[in-house]
């Protein structure tokens, strides 16, 4: 069971040049759920501004990376592993 205060942070990003990338915390997996909808295509979202942006198709910007749409609505991310150490029963016998 994860404890409360294990949550995703407010904003993070899956490109490693932008300021919210946290390789850390996406190694974990990161699930969305936006608008009350599972989401698995999002490359970035923010919570408090309630957006999260997802690839558009196969189109490419002039540098290769993916165009991106922002959508608009509620937000809910989640860990879908616990934290090293958290929730680890343990399981060998004596």
């Known amino acids: 069971m994860t404890d409360i205060t294990d949550t995703p942070p407010d904003r993070l990003s899956l490109d490693p040049r932008s300021p919210h990338f946290d390789e850390a915390k996406l190694q974990r997996g990161v699930g969305i759920r936006f608008n009350g ?40 991310p989640y860990y879908e592993r616990a934290a090293e150490g958290e929730g680890q029963a343990d399981t060998s016998e004596d």
């Open 37 to 76: 909808v599972e989401k698995t295509n999002v490359e970035e979202y923010s919570v408090s501004e309630g957006w999260i942006k997802v690839a558009a198709g196969k189109s490419r910007d002039r540098y290769g990376n993916p165009m991106l749409l922002t959508l608009k609505g509620t937000v809910e």
